[in-house]
């Protein structure tokens, strides 16, 4: 099994001057949700995502050799202007990655970044922009050593980007990743299910169906506020909540009922569980001390629509929610054109200025150049 020893990096040369990459990044939304964490960005219970494909951060890492210092030094650009409140961030997160890419201070980096959809929309950059960095990161340490496998490549990649932040292992490759060690099942045949998931990065899950393949995501922009609970407070109030373990529990059955749901492609279950996890998300947060209520009254109003939608048209279209107010509304691209007329007649009213984003199903990060 890999641990973490083996991301440490070794055989390299500071073999080059300076140089840039560019990569992108997308956002991700999970079925099955991550919420708790214990040390070192190890999730409490496994997750499984879907990635986007327009929600993304685009980064270019500029580098240029320094002498070998104590400290790490780079500069930050944000949509091309320096962005001093950024900083403290990456500064972290370098401190976190250090150990596994010891390379870092012999370097000089200009990161600059941007993200494709509006600033402060209450969609969480985080899980983009650190995969976006962490790209950057291992294209420069496939510089200093060639030798490294693709495989090794990606599974670094989100190594690194879940020490940024925790969904962010799940933005790096792949349509649908499944992050978290999931417990070993004994199958019908009494063999037990070999599963490839990892604590430590995002695994593709590559066996989905035809159903689910160009599945839309409109994401609807309820509440656009600054986030009232932060991930890390969040994750931290599963600490000493009077459900956690009941709750990783379920987590577990429900990433292996959706896994198969998601092979099979039965969309009437998918949509049980889906919006199960989404509002069991927000009910451990009602139900945590301090206790939060991070849905708005017109994120109500548009769960109601849907489910009256649904029951009359018998369309698949389900919603989940993230740590905040905004309604993600999922559904086959088959439906697109009914769904999006019902998003526009009754559920747009309820979005902030009227907003919303049409995204769907990605296939993770890309190398946009390399020089
Ligand atoms: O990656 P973090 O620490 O920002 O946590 C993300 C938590 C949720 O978005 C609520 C759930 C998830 O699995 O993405």
């Not at 927000?282 to 139900?287: E, G, K, L, N, V």
Request: overall charge negative; proline content about 4%.
């Amino acid at each position: 099994m890999i641990s973490e020893k083996d991301f440490i990096a070794s055989n390299y040369t500071i073999s080059i001057e300076n140089g840039s990459f560019e990569w992108s990044a997308p956002s991700n939304i999970a079925l099955v949700k991550y919420w708790g964490k214990k040390e070192h960005q190890i999730p409490a219970n496994p997750s499984i995502s879907f990635t986007l494909n327009h929600c993304k951060t685009i980064t270019k890492l500029t580098f240029s050799q320094k002498q070998k210092e104590e400290d790490f030094s780079f500069d930050l650009l944000f949509e091309g202007k320096p962005k001093e409140d950024f900083k403290p961030k990456i500064q972290k997160f370098f401190e976190r990655i250090f150990e596994y890419c010891p390379y870092l201070k012999d370097f000089h980096f200009t990161i600059d970044t941007q993200n494709t959809f509006p600033h402060s929309s209450g969609i969480a950059s985080s899980a983009s922009g650190m995969a976006a960095l962490a790209m950057n990161i291992m294209s420069l340490e496939k510089m200093l050593n060639p030798g490294i496998s693709e495989n090794y490549f990606y599974q670094k990649a989100s190594f690194l980007a879940r020490l940024g932040s925790g969904s962010a292992c799940r933005s790096v490759k792949g349509n649908v990743v499944v992050w978290g060690q999931e417990r070993e099942r004994t199958g019908e045949a009494n063999h037990a299910e070999i599963s490839e998931s990892s604590n430590l990065f995002g695994v593709e899950f590559s066996s989905v169906h035809e159903n689910f393949k160009e599945y839309q995501d409109t994401i609807l922009l309820v509440d656009k506020g600054e986030k009232q609970v932060s991930s890390t407070v969040g994750h931290d109030l599963m600490f000493g909540h009077p459900y956690a373990e009941r709750r990783f529990e379920q987590a577990h059955v429900n990433l292996s009922e959706i896994k198969s749901i998601l092979e099979n492609g039965d969309v009437e279950n998918f949509v049980k569980i889906v919006e199960s996890e989404a509002l069991t998300l927000h009910a451990m947060m009602m139900t945590s001390m301090p206790y939060f209520i991070l849905m708005k009254p017109n994120t109500l109003e548009i769960i109601n629509k849907i489910w009256k939608f649904r029951a009359e048209t018998q369309i698949p279209v389900c919603f989940t929610l993230d740590a905040g107010a905004n309604v993600h509304v999922l559904y086959p691209k088959k439906n697109q054109q009914e769904v999006l007329q019902f998003i526009k007649g009754e559920l747009v009213a309820y979005c902030q200025n009227g907003q919303y984003i049409c995204d769907e199903i990605g296939k993770g990060s890309q190398l946009i150049m390399d020089n």
